[in-house]
């Protein structure tokens, strides 16, 4: 396979991690597939307890997986011994915490003059004037000589980020950054890493606020331990996690060659589909013999059976655009329907938005009728 580009930074392969506990063995993590690239802008967002923190332990090394790989910068983060660990952690990678973990007997100057330090990064003359800069950047110039118990919840998160910048390392990573501070700080701090995404840094944040995630380019979700599919958790937000889960889990891939039809009226019995990769355009077609363009598709975006039902005036159909093939996730009819018998929240959130789209917006509501066509 040739190596893609847009996954060089991270990579990790068929990650599982299992707690052994004393209630039995427990799956954290369950065989993860992911990978990042240079200077993307990622959130990993998920439920208290649904292994955002176990999952970024694997890339930063602070835990190991049971089993699968994983490397960063064609680094075997796992086959490392503890301190070439330590080593090529301190070198490459910045870590920020939910409680800032500053040492309190040292001021926030010394705090950020350590990792450099640690590392003999920079010499030793030039580390003072390099942490005050690095201060300066997250506004903490006039505070340098300050204990973290002198400062806020805010200015000590701002400190912790220059600590983590010391040694200019390309991937940041922060676990629940703002999880502990209001959102005026908050708001600084993600303020701040946009600028650094900008500066060319790679970052990942976990974070359990959605809100928060929306400020980044990419959001990875984790439910119950599994990645839900990125392309389903964008068609379909107003799912719940763990039904965004059930359909990652029931979709299967298919491919489209350039204007082919993927569904039409006259078979209602589609399912579902995302696309991935590739434009789908949605054509209405009208009693009259006409027929128009209505939407295109693009990557993330969803239609469903439901969309299809027949209406008085029109009927709709799906092909792939002329230029370009299609890559999509398809849920069969049956496991759609079936999925659909088991959440009526699921149903009735995708019934009322098939209900608004591809100017379906005059269809009249026919309850009865479609529940005895439905048995
Ligand atoms: P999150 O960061 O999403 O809140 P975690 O990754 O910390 O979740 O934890 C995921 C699950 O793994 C939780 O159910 C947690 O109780 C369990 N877990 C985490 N660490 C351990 C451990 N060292 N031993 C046993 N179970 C653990
Ligand atoms: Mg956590």
């Not at 802008?41 to 190991?64: C, Q």
């Not at 004037?129 to 000590?156: F, N, Y």
């Not at 983590?164 to 390309?170: E, F, I, K, R």
């Not at 976990?206 to 979700?221: E, I, N, P």
Request: charged share 20%; glycine share 8%.
């Amino acid at each position: 396979m040739p190596l893609d580009l847009s996954c060089a930074l991270i990579q990790i392969q068929n990650v599982s991690k299992i707690f052994k506990t004393q209630a039995g063995d427990f799956t954290a993590l369950k065989d993860i597939n992911l990978c990042f690239g240079q200077g993307e802008y990622v959130s990993i967002i998920g439920k208290s307890g649904s292994g955002k923190s176990t999952l970024i332990n694997m890339i930063t090394g602070i835990d190991h997986p049971t089993i699968g790989e994983v490397r960063v910068a064609e680094h075997d983060v796992h086959h490392m011994n503890e301190s070439q660990l330590a080593e090529w952690r301190g070198r490459n990678l910045g870590i920020v915490f939910q409680f800032f973990q500053l040492l309190p007997m040292l001021s926030i100057l010394e705090n950020t003059i350590l990792p450099m330090d640690f590392c003999n990064q920079y010499p030793p003359a030039e580390r003072e004037s390099r942490a005050r800069a690095l201060l300066d950047l997250v506004g903490l110039g006039v505070e340098a000589e300050k204990l973290p118990a002198a400062l806020s919840g805010g200015q000590q998160q701002l400190a912790a980020i220059a600590r983590a910048l010391a040694n200019d390392p390309p991937l940041i990573v922060a676990d629940e950054p703002t999880g502990n501070l209001d959102s005026r700080s908050a708001a600084r701090i993600l303020d701040l890493f946009d600028e650094l995404v900008v500066q060319g840094k790679t970052i990942i944040i976990v974070t359990h606020d959605s809100s928060l995630a929306k400020r980044t380019a990419r959001r990875v979700l984790i439910s119950d331990g599994m990645l839900i599919d990125e392309n389903i958790a964008h068609a379909l937000p107003m799912l719940s996690h763990p039904q965004m889960l059930r359909l990652s889990h029931l979709a299967v891939a298919r491919s489209f060659q350039p204007g082919a039809t993927l569904a039409k009226h006259d078979n209602g019995k589609v399912g579902l589909f995302v696309v991935a990769q590739g434009h789908v355009e949605a054509v209405r077609h009208y009693r009259s013999g006409e027929s128009e363009l209505v939407e295109r598709l693009g990557p993330g975006a969803y239609f469903s059976e439901l969309e299809l039902e027949q209406d008085e005036r029109s009927t709709l159909s799906f092909r792939s655009a002329a230029e370009e093939s299609v890559e999509a996730l398809w849920v069969s009819h049956e496991a759609f329907y079936h999925f659909l018998g088991e959440s009526h929240a699921a149903e009735s959130a995708l019934r009322q938005a098939a209900g608004e789209r591809f100017g379906h917006v005059h269809r009249p509501a026919q309850p009865r009728k479609s529940f005895w066509w439905r048995r």
